[in-house]
């Protein structure tokens, strides 16, 4: 999942994104990242 957030008004762009992805043990793991755009 990816979303973008934008306030021209208080010049903010961000962006968040969740990942899902498999270990090297087998496992299921959640990939979370989030940042300026």
Do not use: H, Q
Not at 21 to 36: H, K, Q
């Amino acid at each position: 999942m990816y979303l973008e957030s934008i306030d021209p008004g208080k010049n903010r762009r961000r962006f968040y994104s969740l990942d899902t992805a498999t270990s090297l043990f087998g496992a299921i793991v959640l990939i979370r990242r989030w940042g300026r755009i």
